[in-house]
């Protein structure tokens, strides 16, 4: 049963890394388009959009992320106390 809960520690923890590792690769891509003068608050708009939008992408990848590495932290005592005895 240690054993078991070892390996699910693992790839729990190889699955909260993935999560981690994409949510550091999100940019912000605001919209690409012709501004004629004036239209600096337009751009300004845009900007801040795409900002909220990847810091939402990103919170949501940390959030599964930070449930993966509490399943791997679960397991991997599971399997230490299990194997202890």
Known sequence: MGKASAVVA???GMIAAWYWFRSTRISIH?????????????V???WIDSVMETSSSV?????????????????????????SY
């Open 10 to 12: 693992f790839f729990a």
């Open 30 to 42: 605001p919209s690409k388009g012709k501004t004629e003068s004036g239209q600096t608050t337009f």
């Open 44 to 46: 300004m708009m845009k």
């Open 59 to 83: 919170s949501e990848l940390n959030a599964r992320a930070a449930g993966w590495t509490a399943i791997s932290v679960f397991a991997s005592g599971l399997s230490t106390l299990l194997n």
